[in-house]
Each structure stands twice: as structure tokens, then as C-alpha cells.
């Protein structure tokens, strides 16, 4: 469905026109988060986006035609709206957001696009059923690049699903900058009582639990330790259920004896006050269930604002604390958790050094230094693909 807007025609004859196909906001999800940032970075006038949704939302300006998720016809139409509008795309890929088997009706588009397509991925797994592995390997044939933010990701894409390792490109998970952000209001409140934090839609696959137990552990030798659990409860949890979850979190920590050091915050934040968090946190604490994520961009935000990590060995996280700026804890060891975190907080100069360490890893990763390898890699493909149909036309003329 084409949007209404104003202003479709501001294009700079020196500047390729980048297409952005993703979720993308109000939706309340990473992925669309991580397009706004995205788009951002890109920093030119022309960019617009292509908008994957499930419902009727009121879209923002940039968005020009949104894709129905379950109608294959959609998917066909925003094809040849591409075709007449952009000059190259940059598919976001993660399971879910596209309708039919596997999101299968995302190949649709691809079969029929005839500008040049990057693909970001979001999830790559190591063991995908057949319909998965069919799907991700007929995108990966059809784009020009590919784009993952991890190696190990990068190693699936060859080994598992065949994809040659010329067309790969291993780019960091985009960061805001970090200078001159406030401390948020509500963690001033608590003084210098030493915060922990994690953030994210509220799911049992973040581990929580763990967070909670942990605290009732460091209790006895930090009393006055603050746990910020920042962030909605997950829409399709709520569909299902309610706030039971989140519901039977505050009566973990009620029983524990911890529910005045948690603190729970029920909102899904912009971008500065997610910021403002970050700012006035000293640990941050990823203690995920799941070991097959190959991206993060919560721990991502978390070093670029400098802070010593502790997080369970997911795929994403040993890369990143391999790296510098963090602890590994073992899946559902709460422990081992209240362990590294009293040692940090008890040792300054340590906790210090870590911090050290995230710090000069994340100026590697901010949007700024991530947007410029974005649009080379962007120019890259473009030319490849030009390069094909001269190379096409060329065998054509032979035959004639």
C-alpha cells in the first residue's frame, strides 16, 4: 500500500536513493529501532523506507509503502514500487516478520526486484529446518551483499547454508554516542546506591528470574544494590496472557525479600531516554536463556556507554566480551552471577579496567563509523549488480 506524502522527488543525482524494508516505528520491537538508527545514519534526504506490518499503524513520514505481512500480493506490489523508486535496498531479515511458511512470501519481492539488495540478518541459525534454510539461502543468492554483525554468524552463513564468503560482511551492531546524555531522573533518585540494569521487551527468554536471585544473593554484602529492569513486557506475551509474567516477577522479588531492590520500570523508551539509563547504570546484566543469538543490540548499547558487562555465553556475547569490557556467567547460574557482580562492586579498580575496555570498543561501533562501512558496502553492491547486467547484455548480443 503506497503512502500519501509530499515529497517523493529530492533526489541528488550524485546519491543513490536506499530503500529500507524492515518494521519499523511506532512498532515496539529492536528491529524496528534498529531501521530508525539505521536510516539515521545513512544521513542522506532520499532514503525511505518500506514498512512490514500487522496491523494499521500511523506510520511517520519516511515510510512510503507498507507491505501487509500476510498478503503475497503486497509483497509483489512494493516490488515494482521499489523498481520505480529506489536505486538499491537494504532488506532487513528476521524470522517472523514476513508472512507465509518460514517467511517465504518475502521472496516474492526478491524474485521480481530488479535493483541491487543488501540484506542484513538478524538471525542466522545453526540448525534451521529444511523451510528455513530454503528461504535464507534463496535471499542469500539473490542479494549482492550480506550482512551479519558477528563471525560465528558468518561461519554459519558458509558452512550451513552455503553462502559464499566474498558476498559476507561482518559489521558492528550500530551505537548511539554516549556524550553529554543526563543520568535519568529516576536512577538519581537512588543516590550512589550501585545500579544494575537490563533492558529490553520483557520475555522468560531474558532471564530475569536469574537477575532477581542474583540480587537476593548480593543483598547481604550490598543492601542498598538497585536492579533497573527497564522496558514493556513483549506485545505477544501480553496478547496471550496478560502481565501474569511480569506479575509473577514482582512476587519473585517480594518473596526474596528484594522487591525494594528491583525496580521495575513498564514503558518502552525512546532512544534519549534509553540513553539516560545507560548513563546512570555501573553494570549492565544480560542473563539471556538462549546460546544461538547472534546479535544483541541491548549489550551493544551497553558498551557503547562504557558499562562492564555480565552476561550468559550467547553467541553474541562471547564475541563481544572476547573483545574486552566483560564477565560470562554460566545460563541460569545465579551464583555465578551475584559473584562477578560483587566483585566488580568491590573492586573499583577492576570494575574500572572493564570499563575501560567497552568504552574504546564501542567508539568502534557508533552509528557514524557503522554508517560509513553501511553505504560502501550499499555502493559496492550497486556496482556489482551493474556490472551483471552489463555483463548480461553483453552474452544477450552475442546470441543475436
Known amino acids: 500500500m503506497v503512502l500519501p506524502r509530499k515529497d517523493l522527488s529530492m533526489t541528488s543525482p550524485n546519491e543513490p536513493t536506499v530503500a529500507f524494508l524492515s518494521t519499523y516505528l511506532p512498532k515496539q520491537c529492536g528491529l524496528a529501532t534498529f531501521t530508525n538508527d539505521l536510516r539515521a545514519a545513512h544521513a542522506s534526504p532520499d532514503s525511505f523506507v518500506v514498512a512490514v506490518d500487522d496491523t494499521r499503524r500511523d506510520f511517520p513520514q ?8 500476510g498478503d503475497i500480493d503486497s509483497y509483489k506490489a512494493a516490488a515494482d514500487y521499489l523498481n520505480s523508486h529506489a536505486d538499491v535496498l537494504s532488506l532487513q531479515h528476521e524470522y517472523g516478520i514476513f508472512g507465509g511458511s518460514d ?35 534463496r535471499i542469500c543468492d539473490i542479494a549482492q551483499r550480506v550482512m551479519v554483525m558477528s563471525d560465528r554468524a558468518c561461519d554459519f552463513l558458509s558452512d550451513v547454508y552455503g553462502v559464499p564468503e566474498r558476498k559476507i560482511e561482518v559489521i558492528p551492531h550500530g551505537v548511539p554516542e554516549s556524550d553529554g546524555v543526563e543520568v535519568a531522573s529516576e ?18 527468554g531474558k532471564g530475569i528470574e536469574v537477575g532477581i536471585d542474583a ?11 538497585r536492579y533497573f529492569v ?9 496478547a496471550r496472557e496478560g502481565e501474569a509474567y511480569r506479575d509473577g516477577l514482582a512476587a519473585r522479588a517480594k518473596e526474596l525479600g528484594v522487591e525494594e531492590n528491583i525496580i521495575f520500570v513498564n514503558d518502552f523508551v525512546d532512544l534519549p531516554k534509553l540513553c539516560s539509563y545507560l548513563k546512570g547504570a555501573d553494570i549492565y546484566v544480560t542473563p539471556y536463556r538462549g546460546k ?10 551497553a558498551v557503547a556507554f562504557g558499562l562492564p558487562v555480565v552476561t ?19 545460563f541460569n547460574d545465579s551464583d555465578k552471577l551475584a559473584e562477578h557482580v560483587g566483585r566488580l562492586l568491590g573492586d573499583p579498580v577492576f570494575r574500572g579496567r572493564l570499563r575501560n575496555s567497552a568504552t574504546i570498543l564501542g567508539r568502534t561501533m557508533r552509528w557514524p ?31 543475436v
Open 187 to 204: 536512577m538519581e533518585a537512588f543516590g550512589n546506591d550501585p545500579k544494575l540494569l537490563t533492558f529490553g521487551l520483557l520475555s522468560p
Open 103 to 137: 517467511g517465504s512470501h518475502i521472496l516474492e519481492l526478491l524474485q521480481k526486484l530488479e535493483i541491487p539488495v543488501m540484506v542484513t540478518l538478524h538471525t542466522v541459525l545453526q540448525d534451521p529446518n529444511d523451510g528455513q534454510r530454503r528461504v535464507l539461502r
Open 62 to 69: 519516511e515510510v512510503r509503502f507498507v507491505i501487509e505481512k
Open 292 to 301: 544461538d543469538q547472534i546479535v544483541s543490540g541491548t549489550l551493544s548499547y
Open 369 to 399: 563509523v557503522v554508517g560509513r562501512r553501511l553505504r560502501e558496502v550499499l555502493g559496492e553492491a550497486i556496482v556489482e549488480h551493474k556490472d551483471k547486467k552489463v555483463q548480461k547484455m553483453r552474452e544477450q548480443a552475442r546470441l
Open 215 to 225: 540480587v537476593s544473593k548480593l543483598k547481604p554484602n550490598h543492601p542498598n544494590v
Open 312 to 330: 550468559t555465553p550467547f553467541i553474541y556475547a562471547e564475541e563481544l566480551v572476547a573483545k574486552g569490557g566483560g564477565l560470562l556467567f554460566p
Open 230 to 238: 527497564l522496558g514493556k513486557t513483549h506485545p505477544d506475551l501480553v
